[in-house]
Antibody, heavy 120, light 107 residues
């Protein structure tokens, strides 16, 4: 059974940093692209970032480009999101998600999310 | 970036109804279109991938169609557990944008 467990969220002041983690199990982590998707309170889903299976290719939403860094450690079956220069608008529940097969095949598995709050 | 729109933004329906939700991309995305549903307080769940492929374990009352820029999600006979918010997402090119969602509630 695929399991994705996010952690690292919390309350951080504007301009601060947080590092989110997503511990994966139940599948061969190093063979699947992974992504972060966020959802602001009461709002829709927003794709944030993706990383290839080997970690060599990364992609970002314009809203986080230059501030967030996605990475992965395949030896630890863990996905990361380093979030710097946090803004009020980064407040959201952050999900990690696994693709079905290849990078553009949709997200078949999601974690329960970790909440990031950046107060105004 | 590719923009995704959905219509309607919300709809009211009864159990047993046939429900159709539309999704449009701002440029051609071939068949790289996925549908998710989400209930309050829960993570999204994949229903359909690559426009019309039913995800494993998803009931056959859900179906998807379309290609290029116009896509449709159909629920043939709405069940109680289907009242939720539905999102489309393009996975043709980064950023993999989501539509704004369609909320299906009880009439």
């Amino acid at each position: 059974e695929v399991q994705l467990l996010e952690s690292g969220g919390g309350l951080e002041q504007p301009g601060g940093s947080l590092r989110l983690s997503c511990a994966a199990s139940g599948f061969t982590f190093g063979t699947f692209a992974m992504s972060w998707v966020r959802q602001a309170p009461g709002k829709g889903l927003e794709w944030v970032s993706s990383v290839s299976s080997g970690g060599d290719s990364t992609y970002y939403a314009d809203s986080v480009q230059g501030r967030f860094t996605i990475s992965r450690d395949n030896s630890k079956n863990t996905l990361y999101l380093q979030m710097n220069s946090l803004r009020v608008e980064d407040t959201a529940l952050y999900y990690c998600a696994k693709v079905i097969y290849y990078a553009s095949s949709g997200y078949s598995d999601w974690g329960q999310g970790t909440l990031v709050t950046v107060p105004s | 970036d590719i923009q995704m729109t959905q219509s309607p933004s919300s709809l009211s329906a009864s159990e047993g109804d046939r429900v159709t939700i539309s999704c449009r991309a701002s440029q051609s995305i071939a068949r790289y279109l996925n549908w998710y549903y989400q209930k309050p307080g829960k993570a999204p769940k994949l229903l359909i991938h690559t426009a019309s492929s039913l995800q494993s374990g998803v009931p056959s009352r859900f179906s998807g169609s379309g290609s290029g820029t116009d896509f449709t999600l159909t629920i043939t006979s709405l069940q109680a557990e289907d009242f939720a918010t539905y999102y489309c997402q393009q996975s043709h090119s980064y950023p993999f944008t989501f539509g704004p969602g369609t909320k299906v509630d009880v009439k």
